[in-house]
C-alpha cells in the first residue's frame, strides 16, 4: 500500500520535502494558502525529476499522486507523515501544529522543518505533544541527506524509531540529536562561518566570491567526504588527533575570528554584499543555479558512492532497496535508470564507455537471474565476457530514463550469449545495441569451466524461451 505524506508549506523546503517523499512513490497532499504554490511546488519538482534518479543505478518507484489542498482537514486525511514547513515564527507553528493535531491521525508522525526553534517549544500547548518533533532538512532536501532529528522526553522512543525508520526509507540520514539546543547541530557551524564571512566582506578583506572560492576550492571538499574531525586527525599525521590538538590547539586564544561579535547589518553592508554576489552570479537565474548546484551535487555524490564514503555509502545503501526482480520474458527488461551528468562527455551526450558500463551491469542483472549471484561468485565461478560488439544509433542525454531488453541468444554448456537493445523509455527509441558473449569459468584456475546445474538449467531454459523472438 503507497504511503501518504503531507507537506503543510509550499516554499522551497517544503517543496523539497514534497519531492523527496513522491520520488519514493509516496502520495503527498500538499497545503499551502500561497496562490503561487502549486506552480513553485512543480518548479521544483521539475528539478528534482531530472536530479534525484541519476544518484542511483536502478530507476526508482513509480512516483505516487501529487495533490494540493485548500484546508489543513483535508490535507492531513490518511497522513502518515506530516511536515510542516511555515516561516519560523513560533505563533503560526503553534497554530499550525493545533489544526493539524485536530484532524490527523494519532499515529502519525509531525516533523518540523524548523532551523531555530527547539522541540519543547514547538511542543508547548500541543494536545499531543509526543508527536511533535523536529526534522530539519537541508536544500536541497531531494538531494542532501541529512535530517537533524530532535526530540524531547515527551517523544517515546517508539515515535523516535519510526521517524528514523521512515527517513531511511527515503534514503535520508537521520542524525539523531541527544540534547535540544537551540539552531541544533549543523545551522551553528553555518552561523560560525557566516559570521565570520560577513566581517571578511565588511573589513575590505575578501569579495563573496573570493570566500566562496576559499570553500570550494578547499576545506568544503575535503569537509564533504571526511567532515571535520576526521579531517583534523589526518592533518596530525602519524600521532593522530592528539598531535593536532597539541600543536593547533593554542590557535584557539588568538585572536583570529570574531564569532561572538556580530557586523552591524546597516544598509551599506547589506547593498555591498549584494553587489557582488550580483557580480558573482548575478547572470544566472535562481533556476539555473539550482540546477548547477543539483549536477555539481550528482557528480560528487556519485564519486563518493564509487568509493563507499559518507553520502556515497548511503545512497549504496539505499540503491538496494531499489533493484528490481527480474521476471522471465521475452525479452528480459535488465535495466531501468537515468543517465546521470557524469556519464557525459564533452559532446554533451553519453561516453562510449558508459554504454559498455550499462550493458555490463545489464548482463550482471541477468547473472543474477540465472543463479550467478554474488554468493555464487563468492564461492569461485562466474562468468567472462570475452567478446562485445556495440552499435550506437541514437544521442543519449543525461537526466534521460533508459531501459536495456535482454534476451539470451546462446545458453549452452559453458557459453551465455545475450542480445542487448538500450532503448529510451519515454517513446522506445533504439539508442543502441550489444551483442555480448560470455564464457563459465572458474575464479579459482581462471579457466572455463561448466556451470553448476541450476545456473546451466536456467540458462538453458531462457534461451529457448527467447528462441521464439
Known amino acids: 500500500m503507497t504511503n501518504t505524506a503531507t507537506i503543510i508549506g509550499g516554499g522551497v523546503i517544503g517543496g523539497g520535502w514534497a519531492a523527496r517523499f513522491l520520488l519514493n512513490g509516496w502520495n503527498v497532499r500538499v ?18 525529476r531530472h536530479a534525484l534518479p541519476m544518484l542511483y543505478d536502478y530507476a526508482l518507484p513509480d512516483e505516487g499522486a501529487l495533490s494540493f489542498h485548500d484546508t489543513i482537514e483535508d490535507a492531513v486525511a490518511g497522513a502518515a507523515w506530516i511536515q510542516e514547513s511555515v516561516p519560523e515564527r513560533l505563533e503560526i507553528k503553534h497554530k499550525v ?21 527547539k522541540p519543547s517549544e514547538l511542543q508547548d500547548g500541543a494536545t499531543q505533544p509526543g ?32 521517524t528514523k525508520e521512515i527517513l531511511s526509507v527515503l534514503g535520508l540520514y ?12 549543523a545551522d551553528r557551524f553555518l552561523e ?46 602519524e600521532a593522530g588527533m592528539k598531535h593536532f590538538m597539541a600543536q593547533f590547539g593554542p590557535a584557539l586564544k588568538w585572536p583570529w575570528t570574531k564569532l561572538m561579535d556580530v557586523p552591524e547589518f546597516t544598509d551599506e553592508l547589506v547593498d555591498l554584499i549584494a553587489g557582488q554576489s550580483d557580480d558573482q552570479s548575478g547572470h544566472l537565474s535562481i533556476r539555473e543555479l539550482e540546477r548547477k548546484r ?35 520474458a521475452n525479452p528480459i527488461v535488465s535495466m531501468r ?9 564533452v559532446n554533451g551526450h553519453m561516453n562510449e564507455g558508459r554504454y559498455g558500463q550499462l550493458f555490463s551491469d545489464a548482463a550482471e542483472e541477468i547473472m543474477a537471474h540465472v543463479g550467478a549471484d554474488d554468493d555464487y561468485i563468492a564461492n569461485g565461478l562466474s562468468y567472462f565476457t570475452v567478446e562485445t560488439t556495440v552499435k550506437y544509433l541514437a544521442e543519449t542525454h543525461a537526466g534521460e530514463e533508459i531501459e536495456v531488453h535482454t534476451r539470451i541468444t546462446e545458453g549452452k554448456g559453458k557459453k551465455l550469449r545475450c542480445f542487448h537493445e538500450m532503448k529510451r523509455a519515454s517513446d522506445g527509441e533504439l539508442m543502441a545495441t550489444c551483442d555480448q558473449f560470455m564464457l563459465h569459468v572458474s575464479l579459482e584456475t581462471r579457466r572455463t569451466c561448466e556451470p553448476a546445474d541450476h545456473v546451466r538449467q536456467k540458462v538453458e531454459a531462457l534461451a529457448a524461451l527467447h528462441e521464439e523472438n
Open 31 to 48: 497545503y499551502d494558502p500561497d496562490p503561487e504554490a502549486e506552480r513553485k511546488i512543480n518548479e521544483v519538482m521539475v528539478n528534482a
Open 97 to 117: 501544529f493545533q489544526e493539524v493535531q485536530a484532524h490527523c491521525s494519532t499515529s502519525s508522525v509531525i516533523g518540523s522543518s524548523t532551523s531555530g526553534f
Open 131 to 162: 508527536q511533535i518533533l523536529v526534522t530539519h532538512p537541508f536544500n536541497p532536501v531531494y538531494l542532501l541527506p541529512l535530517i537533524e532529528v530532535v526530540p524531547t522526553d515527551k517523544n517515546t522512543p517508539e515515535t523516535i524509531d519510526r
Open 174 to 185: 537521520p542524525l539523531l540529536v541527544r540534547k535540544e539546543i537551540d539552531a541544533h547541530i
Open 192 to 237: 560560525a562561518v557566516w559570521r565570520e564571512a560577513l566581517w571578511l566582506v565588511k573589513d575590505g578583506i575578501a569579495t563573496t566570491e573570493e570566500i566562496d572560492n576559499a570553500i570550494r576550492y578547499g576545506f568544503g571538499i575535503r569537509w564533504a567526504q571526511m567532515g571535520l574531525f576526521e579531517t583534523y586527525r589526518v592533518a596530525g599525521g
Open 294 to 328: 543539483d549536477n555539481n551535487l550528482i557528480a560528487m555524490m556519485r564519486a563518493l558512492k564509487q568509493q563507499g564514503n559518507a553520502a556515497g555509502q548511503l545512497i549504496k545503501d539505499h540503491q538496494k532497496s531499489l533493484r528490481p526482480v527480474l521476471t522471465d
Open 337 to 345: 535508470r537515468t543517465v546521470p551528468v557524469d556519464w557525459t562527455d
